[in-house]
């Protein structure tokens, strides 16, 4: 069993990504410069925003983070994105979800400008990816597609287990998963709450991407020997051994599933750290102008 280190790879690729920036800075070229908007006090969107922040930091972008109180208007904020999207200055910028009710996150993710969109969840990113066209891949499927990559494991002709379909991570895996190239030509299906026989589907599988948020949801028995699994699952529970008072548990019961794995990731320390990596990535291909000139 080989576990996938999230946290090599993820340094890996931030390496390369300071590298390019400082190449930029010495070719007298601006730095990358990611907004992030965020509404509310959200616990964990505040902590993911902050690493967001700090990670851009560390690269060598610029960033600006820009707070809202959850009374904000939809209007406000969509009047917001539009000066983002005129601020020559700005690359790309990102609005983190989830919103308070009174605001239509699909109405605010299409305000943005979609060759600002580094997130990758406007429509025509979307639909660029499902057809193969140069576009910004949203952060965890593409960090996903890096592990995959970087570990060399093969996909070609396997067959992958996508459980969940949200659109920020199931329907965009699974697009990409059947995509004819590397990683990726393998056969997919896609399983959800309503599947009915689950677990005679997982057991069929050679790659499974667990992406329902249910705490250790596949366990030992749904699984065949061999298996690459990829656990996508974040969810806070709380704990008294953390100063936090949470940790964070996947959708993968690991310790019983683990043994008969050829690899896994683990929770936390796996996809959860490429996703910012991921955003990263994008905001220096915006800076670039390399998929929308
Ligand atoms: N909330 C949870 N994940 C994400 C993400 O990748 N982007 C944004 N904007 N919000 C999120």
Redesign the pocket.
């Known amino acids: 069993m080989i576990l996938i280190d999230g946290k090599v790879i993820a340094e890996q690729v931030k390496a390369e990504i300071a590298g390019e920036v400082k190449e930029m800075i010495a070719a007298g070229k601006k730095r990358p410069h990611l907004a ?1 908007i965020i509404v509310g006090h959200d616990g ?2 505040e902590t ?1 925003v902050a690493s967001k922040v700090k990670s851009c930091e560390q690269l060598g972008f610029k960033s600006t983070k820009i707070e809202y109180e959850d009374t904000i208007s939809e209007a406000e904020l969509l009047s917001k994105i539009e000066e983002l999207n005129k601020d020559a200055d700005v690359d790309g910028f ?5 919103l308070p009710k009174h605001i239509s996150e699909q109405k605010v993710i299409e305000a943005i400008d979609y060759r600002k969109d580094v ?1 990758g ?1 406007h429509p025509i990113n979307i639909g660029r990816m499902s057809i193969g066209m140069p576009c910004y891949v ?3 499927p593409s960090g996903i597609i890096e592990l995959l990559k970087r570990y060399e494991i093969p996909t070609s002709g396997k067959h992958c287990v996508v459980i969940g379909r949200s659109n ?1 991570v199931g329907k965009p895996i699974a697009s990409l998963m059947m995509q004819k190239s590397v990683p990726g030509d393998a056969t997919v299906t896609v399983c959800h709450s309503r599947t009915r026989n689950l677990k005679e589907i997982t057991l069929q599988a050679d790659i499974i991407i667990a992406a329902l948020g249910k705490p250790e949801f596949l366990t030992a028995d749904m699984v065949k020997d061999g298996v690459v699994i990829i656990d996508v699952g974040t969810t806070r529970v709380p704990s008294t051994e953390t100063k936090s008072g949470f940790r964070l548990k996947g959708d993968v019961k690991f310790d019983e599933v683990a043994p008969k794995c050829s690899y896994i990731t683990p929770v936390p320390g796996g996809v959860g750290l490429m ?1 910012i990596v991921s ?1 990263l990535k994008n905001t220096l291909l915006a800076a670039k102008g390399e998929i929308y000139g």
């Open positions: 992030v964990g969107s993911y990102i609005v983190q979800l989830p997130d969840f949203s952060a965890t920020i996703t955003l």
